[in-house]
């Protein structure tokens, strides 16, 4: 009776810790008492629909946007609510008061994205800098920008909203816990194509399609495996399938498996991490499913003695106490947890930012080192298949 009473403790507390860790009261912009005065350079429709409205649950004063179009432009700061819209970034900044930027734009004409020389034009103007992804089309850029932020000494955040995804974010708990063990695996699925040419994957305009995707996945190998050290990699030469094995400094080994010609209709990503007796895994970015470290041999069986049950247990249900936990959303209520804004990240990787910049801190993840080990490994699929390639 001691120990269930002990145990009912125990995961009382360990609940309310993770309530308070994980489930965050989410207050509205106009809630907070320090806000930062932001500008935004970009009014298309992935900032549509989904940059401006995680605004309204941040620390944030929207003073300006910004587009090549100026009807684009004036149209976005009517339905958002900023003070003034500006076609010339450049202008926005000479004139505005900003704390920071959030930059949403597009590629060039090469196929490389523009976030490399916008962002290094915030810092030199003086603001901190949150920038989509890609946040760029090589190292040598990444290495710019992060020169210029230590330089300036302005914060860079990168939109890699994987990393912040709830499940993601709980599985980082899970993987940290000693009952998981020590990291030893990563498999992941993506449903994305790798121009199967080598000459195709040296061209920008051809690769942009990869590199837009493949941020997503490395993004997750990046926050739970580090920087990789090496990787292999194979082609399908009918869809643009690829199958690749990643060693990672800290010994860890990974999977990527990019599953071009999937269909349409198909989830698009698995993540798996086994540990030492125990693993996890996050289907479709939302349902998280742990398998928890212990014996399938029930508690009465241990009693009895019984200490190695193969081939002779009749039921796959074991004690409760090492029983899977499922995590999965519900999408019955009007809960901001099932809206796409949360569910997808992009409210928590904003939020890191912001807070960062408020409270003068490093962020956690997103950032340029972060960029730079997944723009190495993305440089490496620009090389032959077939050959280990170091990093």
Known sequence: MACDAALIIYILISTLIFRSRFLLYVKFA???????KIGVIGCGKHAFRF???????????????????KEKAEACAKSFGAEHSYSDYHEMLSREQLDAVLVITDYDPSG????PAIAIDCMRAG?????????????????????????????????????????????????????????????????????????????????????????????????FGGPARSV??????????????????NGVIGNLYLAGGQAETSP??????VGEGANLVIENGVELTYYRKGPLLTKALLEQGVTNGYGRISSYIGDDSVAPI??????????????????MGYYQ??????????NNIRPDRATLDDALGILKLFEAYKREPGIEIAL
């Not at 106009?30 to 806000?35: I, Q, V």
């Not at 490389?112 to 976030?115: A, E, Q, R, V």
Request: charged fraction near 25%; proline fraction near 5%.
């Open 112 to 115: 490389c994205p523009k976030y």
């Open 232 to 249: 292999y990699f194979q082609i399908n030469e009918l869809t643009g399938a690829s199958s690749s094995v990643l060693m990672f400094e």
């Open 349 to 358: 990787e904003l939020l890191c930012f912001t807070e960062a910049v408020l």
């Open 326 to 343: 499922v995590w999965k959303p519900e999408f019955s209520l009007g809960q901001l947890n099932s809206n796409s804004i949360f569910l």
């Open 127 to 223: 603001v901190h800098v949150w920038i989509e992804k890609p946040p760029a089309a090589s190292v040598a850029q990444i290495l710019e920008m992060r020169a210029v932020s230590v330089e300036t000494g302005k914060i860079v955040l990168v939109g890699f909203k994987k990393m912040f995804y709830p499940a993601v974010e709980r599985a980082r708990e899970i993987v940290s816990g000693k009952d998981f063990g020590k990291l030893t695996s990563i498999s992941i699925r993506y449903g994305t194509s790798l121009p199967f040419s080598t000459a195709n994957r040296n061209e920008s305009i051809k690769m942009k399609r990869f590199l837009d995707d493949f941020m997503h996945p490395a993004s997750l190998l990046q926050l």
């Open 268 to 273: 698009r990503e698995r993540l798996e991490l």
């Open 30 to 36: 106009h809630e907070y008492d320090r806000r930062l």
């Open 51 to 69: 940059i401006y409205p995680a605004l309204r649950y941040l620390p944030v004063e929207l003073k300006s946007v910004c587009s090549r179009s």
